[in-house]
Each structure stands twice: as C-alpha cells, then as structure tokens.
C-alpha cells in the first residue's frame, strides 16, 4: 500500500523554524520527484519545494527561497523540509506528493504528482 504521512508540523512565532518529514511505503523512493507543497484557507495549493531523489536537484517558490530547505534520505524512504524564519504568511496545511508520470507542468506544479500525503498543519503567529 502506497503511503506518505507527514509529520513535524505545529504552531510556532514568526521568525521560527519547523521541520518537516514525509515517511514514504509501497513505492519506490529513489529517481523520483517528490514535492511540499501548501494550502492556505481559500488559496490555491502551492508548490513550496521539490527534489529528484536520484541527484540533488532542487526547486523553490519564490517565497521560501533562501529560508526553507528539502533533503531526503533515501536510505529511510524519508523527505524532509526544513523551514526557518518562519513568518505569519507560512501558515498552511503542508502535504508531501510523489510524482509517478504523466503529466508535467514542472516541479513545483500539484498537476504533477501522484501520490499524496495527508498533510500537516503549520501554524504561524505574529
């Protein structure tokens, strides 16, 4: 059975850090993309990070750039995503996704991926 599950996520002050992890089962883990992406109350899903597990190839938003880092262990099957100096507007549910083809519109695109987790709530307070 195919499963992510999130955790590390909870409520913090601005300027903070979280980090998150994505334990992934029943699927292949290495030369894969796998993404965090965010869903604010009322806004759109939002790619925030994404890597190849095969290299370290990494994409950011343009909001986290500089302040959130991804990283995977492959020999734990696990995604991580560090964020610091957290700020109020990083408040969202976090969910990690798997892509399995199909269609690309890049790998920060939610269109992307396949597989998803449940997501984590990430709370951020002023």
């Known amino acids: 059975q195919r499963q992510l599950v999130e955790s590390g996520g909870g409520s913090v002050q601005a300027g903070g850090s979280l980090r998150l992890s994505c334990a992934v089962s029943g699927l292949t883990f290495i030369n894969r993309y796998m993404g965090w992406f965010r869903q604010a109350p009322g806004k759109d899903r939002e790619g925030v990070a994404s890597i190849y597990t095969g290299e370290d190839m990494t994409y950011y938003g343009d909001s986290v750039k500089g302040r959130f880092t991804i990283s995977r262990d492959n020999t734990k099957n696990t995604l991580y995503l560090q964020m610091n100096n957290l700020n109020p507007d990083d408040t969202a549910v976090y969910s990690c996704?798997?892509?399995?083809?199909?269609?690309?519109?890049?790998?920060?695109?939610?269109?992307?991926?396949?597989?998803w987790g449940q997501g984590t709530q990430v709370t951020v307070s002023s």
């Open positions: 996704a798997a892509r399995n083809g199909g269609i690309w519109n890049g790998p920060l695109s939610p269109s992307s991926y396949f597989y």
